[in-house]
């Protein structure tokens, strides 16, 4: 077959053989002609820029700006390169095939002006040929045989089933990708049905079915598990306090399970309907798990609630034998027991219970503590967060245990089992990467490590419906019609890896926003410059591409990286390093370390550890809101209208009184808040003030003990630690001696009242300190 670009050979022989494979692919396969026409003009500017003596930039883009620049090409040439550069870009995550052949007549033409401008730079130029576009194979003008035809379709089969076979090979972790065991089959249609189009993906299919708006999303006690919800379960701690409470003797009881929407409530007493069958049926018909329910039509929610409780009012409290599970949020119970209750004329009365629940602190953001009660017992998800505690920092062996049932190359894991049955079908999708991505151990607890942190600095909580929601969105991308139809080039994995889909997802989720914050873009260390300089700097981009663990490089086909590739997607490439192997970027995260280990000796009862926390806030007290002078603090009053001449203050005094946890011999800290207390015995009273610390406000007092100056909306933001300071004044009786501070010399005075050693009068002092 003589090719239309054959007269290059002599001059450019790479331009010439991608100029054949862009006329072969033309009409059987317009995305690779798209691609491979990108290939070409980069070779040709490559050698036009040689042949000019001109220094390669090793960039396309800038390429084009140097010869045009140059006045080796003129406006429309420059035009036509950018034109066939931008959509071959584009064919690698917009390959529509209509669209492709649309575009592929203006790329043919823009091609041959490339060329004909291109072979004018050698002193001997070939020959060009008169325009004309490629022929159709099935063209009877070719002189093409039906026996053409067959070979030319059988050749491109052949074709496209090795570059199938390769691209098993190269992405599969694993390369046992196929099994023929039924056993295995059956035990993925138990959890999705068999899917009888062989182009619809098993894995996509499961995957669907973790997205909040699945009906699947909403559970119901009194239902057992679906079989994915089963298997996807996790035994937390909070189960095992609950089935504690449960076991009680039987007696007249009121059992309590408090927490928040979509957190898991549901879903443990779904649970235990089929792993403790036994059990949930002495509670049959004696669990109310939706307090925001009505039951009739004439009564509201929190009518139906009381008429729930009534057996456990002050009246009836001592009578009868009923046990009753009440699984119920937070802020449903606050507004039932002090605006409901009250305003509600029945009779019936709560003091007990309410006692009870005070007592507890479940309204404060202390752990919950309530004592032993014969009628009531309780356990909260506030107290159990999604993450542990430990001497390193904060881990989630929970969020781990789950994303290794998802996400282990096991023969039990459904999700694997959908993978290969995908695999067999030559379904390869960026969904099928992502889960490559996601088998990598390190991935896995890197991101967890994410969510865990984000956790604690944002003092939130993420419920189950969330993860999973989030596991959905981060492995699927949001235009995933389109996606699908795409081949997996590198491009399509740049753009839309999960890395990117962390960092950069636009939904407007708690959790997805604190994962945004995250972003590694958004920090800076020396390790992240030198990477910046490498990528800038080196024209050979293995450098940069060795700093990736073997199996992200070779899930992500990272090995094909070219210099141009790198630069366009910096960011991406930078996400995906940080994802796989963090290390290489060095972003410190002290401050949120040191608050965790603080975390973890307050709640093991480690009071010497929490030794440097306390000098820290008393530094910083002291650096903000007061004054020190020979061993004697002074506080100003941070209530009063601020001058923009001076300062007052007053003497204080007040000493570290730390306070913790009891004492435990723990590993790991399940039971916790996200926030910790310290005191000061304040003034000659020993009066005990507390203090709650958040991130935040660690993160901020930490700053000021370094010597930042706090602004306006520090101040703002950190109003408990003001208060806190003012308190202390308030705690200190010495009221003869105020200090006065000029706010433009620095200069202290102070203004004592003493009694004069003369008379029987006092006088007043006021004397530079």
Known sequence: ?????????????????????????????????????????????????????????????????????????????????????????????????????????????????????????????????????????????????HDDILKIVEEQLKAKLQALESSKKTVDVNPTVTTDSQEEKNRLHDFVPQIENSNESYLYNLLSRLNESSKEAVESAELPLSSLKQYLHVERPIEKKLVQLLRQSEQKRLTLLIGSVGDGKSHILSHLQSADPELMNRYKNKIWNDATESLSPHKTAMETLFEKLIPFSDQLLTEGSDEFVLAINLGVLHKFLYDFVDSFDSGYTFTSLIGYIEQSGIFENEISAASQHEYFSMVSFSDYPMYELTKSGVESEFLMKILSKMFDQTRDNPFYLAYLEDAKQGIDSIVHRNFLLMTNINVRRNFVNLIARSLLKEKAV?????????????????????????????????????????????????????????????????EIDQIILQINLESDVSGFVSRFDESTRQTYQLDLLDRELVTEHTQSLLRLLYLSNPREMNISQTTVESFSKYLYAYYTGQRYELKTLYEKFENALMLWFGFKKDQKKYLFDTSAKVSKRYRIAKPVSFTLDPISMSVKNEEQVVQFRNSLFIQFAVG??????????????????????????????????????????????????????????????????????????????????????
């Open 1 to 145: 077959m003589e090719y239309f670009f054959s007269f290059l050979k002599p001059i450019n022989p790479k331009a010439e053989e991608l100029g054949q494979i862009v006329q072969d692919k033309y009409y059987a396969d317009p995305e690779s002609a798209l691609l491979n026409s990108r290939k070409m003009i980069e070779v040709i500017v490559n050698g036009w820029l040689e042949v000019s003596g001109l220094q390669n930039t090793y960039n396309l883009n800038d390429n084009i700006r140097v010869l045009l620049t140059e006045e080796i090409i003129d406006r429309l040439i420059a035009t036509d390169l950018h034109y066939v550069r931008k959509n071959g870009n584009n064919a690698a995550h917009e390959l529509f095939t209509k669209e492709a052949h649309e575009i592929l007549p203006k790329i043919w033409s823009s091609l041959y002006n490339i060329v004909e401008s291109y072979v004018l730079s050698y002193e001997n130029p070939p020959i060009v040929p008169k325009y004309a576009p490629p022929t159709p194979p099935t063209a009877k003008s070719d002189g093409v045989s």
């Open 462 to 526: 993420l419920s189950m419906r969330q993860f999973f929601n989030l596991i959905y969105e981060v492995m699927v991308p949001g235009n995933w019609s389109n996606i699908s139809k795409q081949k997996i080039v590198l491009e399509t994995l740049l753009m839309h890896g999960l890395h990117q889909k962390i960092f950069t997802s636009q939904n407007d989720s708690p959790i997805s926003v604190m994962l945004r914050n995250e972003d590694p873009i958004a920090y800076r260390s020396e």
């Open 684 to 769: 000659e009273s020993k009066q005990r003030i507390k203090l709650e610390i958040d991130y935040k406000m660690f993160s901020l007092i930490t700053k000021i003990d370094q010597g930042y100056q706090p602004s306006k909306i520090d101040f703002d933001d950190a109003i408990r630690f003001s208060e806190f300071a003012n308190a202390i004044r308030t705690y200190n009786s010495n009221n003869e001696e105020v200090l006065i501070y000029i706010i433009q010399t620095g200069e202290t005075f102070v203004l004592k009242q003493e009694l004069d050693p003369f008379s029987s009068e006092e006088k007043i002092v006021f004397s530079k300190l």
